[in-house]
């Protein structure tokens, strides 16, 4: 009896499933939201391609990945830039949180609204759980919005992707270029189309 409550429970959850097209957020119905305490910094969620989607939680190797590339980042930029980590950049129908960015200008640049994707210069995710959604939808929306750079930090597969020239908003977006470093290799930091600076992969890595 418990096994086919189990089951029924589980038959049920699948036809909970809407059939009929959602509803779609835009970026201003989503700060709205956010302005009138409907989603809070408690809400692990964030808006990609109209959609809210969960955040995945963050395990130890992820969380020290992060912040090595960030630390790493740091002492690379030349004045006028500066680097974050899993804070909000607002596209036209996205307001990712990436791992890692670096973003033109200064802090204080940005009190009253998060960076624009022509304010960024790299986006990085490390990539574990997230592999998929961050080789597919991040990849799409960062590509739309002309985010030069985009890196993901393969923790299952110890490597770096790195991906480049982006299409823009076209039907079907990307980048046009994707070179895998591994973890004897070195990367390279590009900033406006000049390298700043090269960083071993491993260093990266957990």
Known sequence: MAVDTQQRSRSRRVLAVPTEPIWRLSVEQ????????????DDAVELLEG???P?????PPHRLSTQLTREALAPLLPVGWYVEDQEPITAEDSEP???????????????ERHPAPQEVALVVEV???????DRTSKLRLYARAGIPVYWI?????????VYTEPSGAVEAPGYQRRQDFQAADTVSLFLEGHEVGRLAVRDLLP
Do not use: C, F
């Not at 955040?55 to 395990?59: A, G």
């Not at 949180?97 to 009190?111: A, K």
């Not at 930090?153 to 992707?161: A, F, G, K, R």
């Open 30 to 41: 989503y700060h709205q939201m956010i302005r009138a305490g409907i989603l809070t910094d």
């Open 51 to 53: 959609w809210l989607i």
């Open 55 to 59: 955040k995945m939680p963050k395990n």
């Open 97 to 111: 949180e990436p791992d890692v960015t670096i973003i033109r200008g200064e802090r204080r640049w940005y009190l």
């Open 127 to 133: 990539s574990d759980t997230t592999l998929q959604r």
């Open 153 to 161: 930090i393969n923790l299952p597969e110890q490597q770096i992707e």
